[in-house]
């Protein structure tokens, strides 16, 4: 069995690699150079963007998954977490409900500062 330590060893390096790839590639999208930053295949309603997903997301939020579990393995909370996080902005950007949800750009740049207050 794997000691708790090593599992909050590969936690502590699970996030700093989330974080360190997830704010340049949200700069990117901020910047109004990739609209579809939050389009990945779990979460996206649009048939049209089947084809177009993400691909650098796609492997974020796997990330994102991976540290979700171990945050549930460890007993720890994950709410407001960047992994969790991460999910909530790919599934607000293709909520088709909210007819009033923000664009991909201004998501990019409330997660920036969402990541940056933490």
């Known amino acids: 069995m794997v000691s708790r330590s090593k599992l909050y060893e590969q936690l502590d ?9 997830l704010i340049p ?6 910047n109004g150079k990739n609209d579809l930053v939050f389009c ?14 993400d691909h650098t997301t ?5 990330i994102g998954r991976q540290i979700l579990a171990l945050k549930k393995k460890l ?3 994950s709410e407001g ?16 409900e909210n007819t009033h949800r ?11 500062k969402e990541i940056c207050n933490k």
Do not use: M
């Not at 590639?25 to 901020?30: I, P, T, V």
């Not at 977490?81 to 088709?96: D, K, P, Q, T």
């Open 81 to 96: 977490s960047i992994a969790e996080r991460i999910c909530w902005y790919c599934r607000e950007w293709g909520n088709l």
């Open 25 to 30: 590639h949200l700069e990117n999208a901020a």
């Open 13 to 21: 390096a699970l996030e700093l690699e989330l974080e360190e790839k």
């Open 75 to 77: 007993g720890e909370k």
């Open 40 to 53: 990945v295949s779990d979460f996206n309603p649009f048939a049209e963007l089947k084809d177009k997903t």
């Open 102 to 112: 923000k664009n991909a750009q201004d998501l990019a740049n409330q997660f920036i």
């Open 58 to 62: 796609e492997r974020l939020v796997h």
